[in-house]
């Protein structure tokens, strides 16, 4: 029989996430007998798939004409391996839910936000949890101001979850909860629209994302999350999507945008995903369970939204801005002004230009740091709106130099050229004015698109002259008091509070330069 088992454990991992159904089949031959049609219809499991389920229990099953049954004498042993968890209660989970949306950070119109109410976070955890296999699995949140990533790791606490967002806020929010908790929550910054972090792309059998319901914001958001599964075959997106009955040609056009991008409708759920506000839809959308047939081709400008200067109707800055901007980027004598260029960061921007102009008018709030983290040139000037929040108050404007003072001096000219917008101006940072920790923050934040810790562990053999063998400055990096998964990531994929720890961290690890070494 212990042959048999592991035959049987062979089959069922080779269904990945999609495994539920084959316990559910295990499940009920350890029942009664039952006809193969039953074995077929009740946990809608394809034929083929039921027989070679059969072909592998071998001895194990019995059979009498048309049905089966596992022989009672190995009831036991398939219970306890393959067993279905019974219904639970989650009224805890819910009373958890609705104190984690009291507390996050409220939601962001510019970003379409609108808070889902806590059954509706339950219910999705719930969904997924009892559709499929989640333990050992890898589940990706694509935006998650709703939490839908605290919820399902509440009920199921043995997926791993990964959640992307814009919202720094939210990001440290969850990060924070997570941690407290011990779950097996990560965080990484992104803006779709320049695309995935290296280390989320074909990683996941799962990808859940409400995203901008606009034609636009719905085609980016998929098209990403097709990027993100490791089994294009097995893997599944689940997409929120609502639209009014009033409009139904909006959904037909989000509809065509998915379908453009090859998926498969396997299901809509309707009303699925209730919410505190979006009035004009019902205050509900609808749950598309989407299968993938290929990876294609992600394009799309910035404005996906429906709110504000990243909207689809939004017309950009004026023409006055931009001239600005250029005119203020710093350059060398004589040289023209730089022409701006649109945002993004998914490689280092810049290479070989002797100064930067950057249109970053429509930026939410993350743009300007990254852009910062990101760009080449020693001199560079970026147009932001006048309500950003790194330009706004002091302690925005502090907190930002504080991150980069390593690097660049910034000039923040308020009211420039117009009430609307800010233009922020950086000026390089020279090495020889800096201390050696300084000298190796500025490394690092030289090679921000870099794997932290190499670019960290080159960072202090430099500043040590060459003193500092490899596996010396290794053991400085590995003892940092960083987490060894953000070692092994960019600093520009990082939230913003857990850069500012590794930047902190990295001048604090510069004092070894200045004493006896450890030993190799």
């Not at 399902?152 to 440290?172: C, F, G, K, Q």
């Amino acid at each position: 029989m212990l042959v048999t088992i592991d035959q049987v454990r062979q089959k069922v991992a080779e269904r990945g996430v999609h495994a539920r159904k084959l316990r559910e089949v295990l499940s009920l031959l350890s029942e009664d007998w039952h006809p193969l049609a039953e074995l077929v219809r009740l946990p809608a499991v394809p034929r083929r798939t039921v027989q070679d389920l059969l072909k592998a229990l071998g001895d194990d099953v019995e059979s009498s004409g048309d049905r089966y049954r596992i022989a009672p004498g190995a009831v036991a042993s398939y219970r306890s391996e393959f067993g279905i968890p019974g219904v639970r209660d989650h009224t805890d989970v819910l009373r958890q839910i609705l104190v984690d949306i009291a507390d996050v950070p409220p939601p962001l119109s510019s970003l379409d936000h609108v808070q889902a109410t806590a059954e509706t976070a339950l219910n999705r955890a719930v969904w997924l949890d009892s559709t499929y296999e989640l333990a050992g699995k890898r589940l990706l949140c694509l935006g998650d101001h709703d939490l839908t990533s605290l919820a399902v790791a509440a009920v199921n606490p043995h997926v791993s979850i990964t959640v992307v967002d814009l919202d720094e806020r939210l990001l440290e929010f969850i990060d924070s909860r997570a941690q407290s908790r011990g779950l097996d929550i990560r965080t990484l910054h992104c803006d779709m629209r320049f695309g995935l972090p290296a280390s989320v792309l074909e990683s996941f059998d799962l990808v859940f994302s409400d995203p901008p319901y606009t034609p636009e914001g719905m085609g980016l958001f998929a098209g990403r999350a097709v990027e993100a599964l490791a089994d294009i075959a097995a893997g599944r997106l689940l997409l929120a999507y609502g639209f009014s009955d009033r409009t139904p040609a909006l959904g037909l056009k989000v509809q065509q945008e998915l379908q453009k991008l090859g998926l498969v409708f396997e299901a809509i759920l309707p009303a699925f995903h209730r919410f505190d506000g979006a009035q004009a839809i019902g205050s509900a959308a609808d749950l598309y369970v989407c299968r993938p047939t290929g990876r294609r081709a992600v394009s799309g400008g910035t404005r996906i939204y429906t709110h504000g200067a990243q909207s689809v109707e939004s017309s950009g800055p004026s023409k006055e801005a931009l001239s600005a901007l250029s005119e203020l980027a710093p350059r060398p004598e004589s040289s023209p002004p730089p022409k701006p260029r649109a945002a993004g960061w998914a490689e280092p921007v810049g290479k070989g230009a002797a100064s930067l102009a950057v249109d970053l008018s429509a930026d939410p709030g993350p743009w300007l740091l990254r852009t910062l983290l990101a760009s080449s040139p020693a001199r560079l000037a970026c147009l932001v709106p006048n309500n950003h929040p790194a330009v706004s108050s002091a302690a925005g404007q502090q907190e930002l130099q504080s991150l980069v003072r390593t690097r660049f001096a910034l000039k923040f000219l308020r009211n420039n050229p117009d009430s609307k917008t800010t233009i922020v101006v950086a000026d390089q940072v020279l090495a020889g004015t800096l201390s050696v920790g300084e000298r190796v923050v500025r490394e690092i934040l030289l090679k921000a698109h870099g794997k932290l810790r190499n670019v960290w562990r080159e960072a202090l053999i430099g500043g040590s002259s060459g003193l500092l063998t490899k596996n010396q400055a290794r053991e400085i990096v590995d003892s940092a008091g960083i987490a060894d998964e953000d070692l092994e990531l960019r600093l520009i994929d990082l939230p913003k509070h857990r850069i500012a720890a590794v930047l902190t961290a990295a001048e604090d690890s510069a004092k070894y330069l200045e004493a006896p070494t450890p030993s190799a």
